[in-house]
């Protein structure tokens, strides 16, 4: 299967000989070499690779928190490397969810507090934030805990909390990098379970980084890199879109 070969009139990102150079001043480091891929609206893909092979590069340039050096990235139609600064973290925060495998969030607030954060800061009204806040929590089963801090969560909880703040904005991509790095199996498999259930119900696509083999066969197509660029991609039948 080539790089395109999954190109459709819905692709929800687009990606056309993405480069991505870093100058440390003595050396440039080429992290990404010429990728380009197509995904598609409401489809799981996991990408997978040894460290330092450019997986979290590339999830960094699809959805604008890196700049590009060359090639084109396009976001439901849109290519941000063309977008000011401003205009690209709005887009963000309207269109995208991003899950950490360290959760980040903020130790010294509640749960819902860390869920509705990104709506306070967007300019939404804190009642309306609440509202959205205390139903992303609905939707990950955490609601009755809603008023605990992260410390007073169990790692797969505070998983839940960094995907409820995920899903708050209502996005139309979700960036997952290691989301379940930090979590023992059976938690890892209950927080995949969850976002499977998101993708199904929602249609929401995701992007997942992940090095463990039984995330990844859980997605609708695997890609493989290698030293900032696609080896092969793997599709798996049985979970395919549409």
């Given at each position: 299967m080539t790089n395109n070969a999954s190109a459709t009139t819905d692709s929800i990102i687009q990606v056309d000989g993405l480069v991505k150079n870093y100058d440390t001043g003595a050396v440039q480091v080429q992290a990404l070499r010429g990728v380009s891929l197509s995904?598609?609206?409401?489809?799981?893909?996991?990408?997978?690779?040894?460290?330092?092979?450019?997986?979290?590069?590339?999830?960094?340039?699809?959805?604008?928190?890196?700049?590009?050096?060359?090639?084109?990235?396009?976001?439901?139609?849109?290519?941000?490397?063309?977008?000011?600064?401003?205009?690209?973290?709005?887009?963000?925060?309207?269109?995208?969810?991003?899950?950490?495998?360290?959760?980040?969030?903020?130790?010294?607030?509640?749960?819902?507090?860390?869920?509705?954060?990104?709506?306070?800061?967007?300019?939404?009204?804190?009642?309306?934030?609440?509202?959205?806040?205390?139903?992303?929590?609905?939707?990950v089963g955490l609601e009755e805990w809603a008023q605990h801090k992260p410390g007073q969560l169990s790692g797969g909880q505070r998983q839940r909390v960094t995907i409820a703040r995920a899903l708050v904005n209502r996005p139309a991509i979700v960036w997952a990098d290691e989301p379940t790095g930090d979590l023992d199996s059976a938690t890892a498999n209950d927080i995949m379970g969850l976002m499977q259930q998101l993708n199904r119900e929602q249609t929401l696509t995701f992007v997942i980084v992940t090095h463990d083999p039984s995330i990844a066969a859980r997605c609708h197509r695997i890609i493989?890199?290698?030293?900032?660029?696609?080896?092969?991609?793997?599709?798996?039948?049985?979970?395919r879109v549409g």
């Open positions: 995904v598609r609206r409401g489809e799981m893909v996991a990408v997978m690779g040894p460290s330092g092979c450019g997986k979290t590069t590339l999830l960094n340039c699809l959805s604008g928190i890196d700049d590009v050096t060359s090639g084109r990235v396009l976001i439901e139609g849109t290519d941000i490397s063309t977008l000011d600064d401003n205009t690209k973290t709005s887009y963000r925060a309207r269109r995208m969810g991003f899950i950490f495998q360290f959760y980040n969030l903020l130790p010294v607030l509640t749960a819902v507090e860390n869920v509705e954060l990104p709506l306070l800061v967007s300019g939404t009204s804190p009642k309306e934030s609440r509202q959205r806040a205390i139903e992303a929590l609905r939707r493989h890199m290698q030293d900032g660029r696609i080896e092969r991609e793997v599709v798996n039948q049985e979970a």
